[in-house]
């Protein structure tokens, strides 16, 4: 790991915003991952519905936001300076915990996934702020490392988030305890956010368009014409849909093909967002700082072997009761289950050295004025790939397919994405 990488958390410039971005996804998924194991081990239940699908469901709301409001969110970043929305954006956040804390001691869980879908809108307004900001921030062969340090970051701040939703939401207490933790993390992030240091206005006379549908639809537009912007655009929104995908399937794989407990999907989720965090920073140590998409295609390669390899190492379905279900330390005892979890951490590393070189380049290659925007245009594709997949993944479970069948759909799909990294590494060398 080079000293430029991590001399960059000693840098008041990039410390603050990689804080502020650390404190927020960790809230995001300990909210999440705690809605995800109360829906698996007790809600389901009691309204008599399959949890993967509601699973799906609830993370579908959640991305929504992306697509109907990342296009303001980005004319918006642009326009005004990015630090001061930073502690807006922030304060919003520490209202939603306050009212996810009320939610937590009602047991609604209606009131559960409108803060889901909250969580989602205000993290569409953060977005283009968080990847602008960083050229805006560093130098250009900082840039590479900003972002590996960014995604790795973010992947470990999703681990201790699904560490801590997962394990101690259904403990008794437990929600309680969450509820005072979000809080004080909001808090503390609003903090952080307010030590970002200002970039100014990129874009100070830009029209702002109110209207989030045909805003969507020029950005869109915009994006899709850029040679450059639109393949790496494809390339990120694809590693999101798969993740996401990962994410939300591991609980019923675990309980269903594993025989696992919550303990089990925690340590199975902790494996993948590290392995994620490894490839993210592994990015600019092989790539040197060179901002390129040559990783892309032996790692998209590796993605569909590794996920084919751990759906062939699966035990057939159990049809386990409650009273089999095992913990991590019984789960620990069979060696072919390290086999499962060492090809969790491969796909997950493999995940992680695509989409750090495709955010370079897409920083890279936008204009300032326009950088916010171009990023926005990139979370709508994200949004749009990650609900297409949740609904594509519900459907197909209603329709008969398992869980870990549906990884099995998604990892085959991976190789339609081979010829984008190509085209956008032929594009990167004229």
């Not at 590796?302 to 009761?321: D, I, Q, R």
Request: charged share 10%; proline share 4%.
């Amino acid at each position: 790991m080079s000293h430029t990488k991590f001399s960059l958390l000693g840098t008041r410039r990039f410390l603050a915003i990689f804080i502020t971005q650390f404190l927020g996804a960790m809230n995001d998924n300990l909210f999440r991952q705690a809605l995800i194991m109360l829906i698996t081990y007790r809600i389901a239940e009691q309204v008599a519905m399959q949890p993967a699908v509601l699973n799906n469901l609830a993370i579908g709301l959640f991305i929504l936001p992306y697509f109907l409001f990342s296009a303001l969110a980005g004319q918006l970043a642009d326009k005004f300076d990015k630090s001061k929305q930073i502690v807006w954006i922030k304060l919003w956040e520490v209202g939603l915990m306050l009212v996810g804390a009320l939610a937590f001691q009602l047991s609604s869980l209606p009131l559960m996934i409108a803060v889901l879908s909250g969580l989602g809108l205000q993290s569409t307004f953060f977005g283009p702020i968080k990847y602008s900001i960083l050229p805006e921030l560093t130098s250009k062969d900082e840039l590479l490392s900003a972002n590996g340090l960014i995604e790795a970051g973010t992947f470990v701040s999703i681990l201790l988030g699904l560490l801590i939703g997962g394990l101690l939401v259904l403990q008794p207490g437990g929600t309680d305890k969450m509820a005072i933790l979000m809080i004080t993390l909001a808090i503390i992030g609003t903090i952080s956010g307010s030590m970002v240091p200002s970039t100014g206005a990129a874009a100070p006379d830009l029209k702002l368009n109110l209207n989030i549908f045909t805003a969507t639809g020029r950005q869109v537009k915009a994006a899709w014409r850029h040679e450059i912007a639109r393949p790496a655009i494809i390339g990120i929104s694809w590693i999101w849909l798969y993740g996401s995908i990962y994410l939300t399937q591991i609980p019923d794989v675990v309980k269903n093909r594993l025989g696992g407990d919550e303990t089990v999907v925690t340590i199975i989720i902790a494996c993948f967002s590290i392995g994620i965090g490894v490839g993210s920073l592994m990015c600019a140590r092989l790539l040197k700082g060179e901002i390129s998409a040559k990783l892309a295609k032996p790692a998209l390669f590796t993605l569909t072997v590794t996920s084919l390899l751990l759906y062939l190492s699966l035990p057939g379905e159990n049809g386990v009761t409650p009273d089999e279900i095992i913990n991590i330390g019984e789960f620990l005892v069979t060696p072919t289950n390290w086999i499962v979890l060492a090809l969790i951490i491969a796909v997950a590393i493999a995940t992680g050295m695509v989409i750090v070189p495709f955010y370079a380049i897409l920083q890279d290659r936008s204009k300032r004025s326009e950088r916010s925007r171009m990023i926005a245009a990139n979370n709508i594709f994200n949004s749009g790939f990650m609900a297409g997949g949740s609904i594509i993944a519900a459907i197909l479970i209603v329709l008969g397919l398992s869980s870990s069948e549906i990884l099995l759909v998604f990892a085959f799909a991976n190789l339609a994405i081979v010829p984008v990294a190509m085209l956008l590494m032929k594009r990167m060398q004229q």
